[in-house]
């Protein structure tokens, strides 16, 4: 499994986002893809995930204000992010894996190389 992101950048407090995650897979069956970010300074931690199925899971300081979803056709995971406040600022990552669901990032098998995200006046 290889993963791709695109869409970081500077954007103002109050904006939005979309980051993209294009999935190079043999199957998606079984694949459970997600985000993670890590600020400067801070450990990485959970954002979002999808199952197979297509169950979704948000952190909760970004409910509300993150919409994740997959295109299973085109292979790609979107994660839109509106009403962006600096405290997002963070690399985010996109990670799969096969079968473990809704998982710590230690359950995460595949990872892509991150895309950056600043929030900023």
């Known amino acids: 499994v290889q993963l791709v992101e695109s869409g970081g950048g500077l954007v103002q407090p109050g904006g939005s986002l979309r980051l993209s995650c294009a999935i190079s897979?043999?199957?998606?069956?079984?694949?459970?893809t997600g985000w993670f970010r890590q600020a400067p300074g801070k450990e990485r931690e959970f954002v979002a995930a999808i199952a197979w199925r297509g169950s979704t899971y948000y952190k909760d300081s970004v409910k509300g204000r993150f919409t994740l979803s997959r295109d299973n056709d085109q292979m790609t995971m979107f994660l839109q992010m509106n009403n962006l406040k600096p405290e997002d600022t963070a690399v985010y990552s996109c990670?799969?894996?096969?079968?473990?669901?809704?998982?710590?990032?230690?359950?995460?098998?595949?990872w892509g190389q991150g895309t950056q995200v600043t929030v900023s006046s």
């Open positions: 990670a799969a894996n096969y079968y473990k669901g809704y998982a710590p990032a230690t359950e995460y098998d595949f």
């Open positions: 897979a043999r199957t998606l069956s079984g694949l459970t």
